[in-house]
Nanobody, 121 residues
């Protein structure tokens, strides 16, 4: 089970840190990812991190503004988003893979319910 938290309503330029707590099995050996879905749009990749944090990837749209990290001891992954823009408004989903590494949605088999992030201009 994956449970996201940390979303909310913020103004453009603000920061947010999203958290994803995993339970039910150990996710420490698998890649974790963040995806988002804006109204009327398809779900898209945001960031991914391998089990060792040695592999990290970001979508071009958030590169330089986002930092993904994980604490395997706490089975938790984080997404720090800075300089938020109205176009970052979306439901953000945490996902767990059964692979060492992946960035495609099909690489991830477990998904959270999502947390809403709304950025006002």
């Amino acid at each position: 089970q994956l449970v996201e938290s940390g979303g909310g309503l913020v103004q453009a330029g603000d920061s947010l840190r999203l958290s994803c707590a995993a339970s039910g099995r150990t996710f420490s050996t698998y890649a974790m990812g963040w995806f988002r879905q804006a109204p009327g749009k398809e779900r898209e990749f945001v960031a991914a991190i391998s089990w060792s944090s040695g592999n990290i990837a970001y979508a071009d749209s958030v590169k330089g503004r986002a930092t993904v990290s994980r604490d395997n001891a706490k089975n938790t992954v984080y997404l720090q988003m800075n300089s938020l823009k109205p176009e970052d408004t979306a439901v953000y989903y945490c996902a767990a893979s059964t692979l060492f590494w992946g960035i495609r949605q099909t690489d991830f088999g477990s998904w959270g319910q999502g947390t809403q992030v709304t950025v006002s201009s």
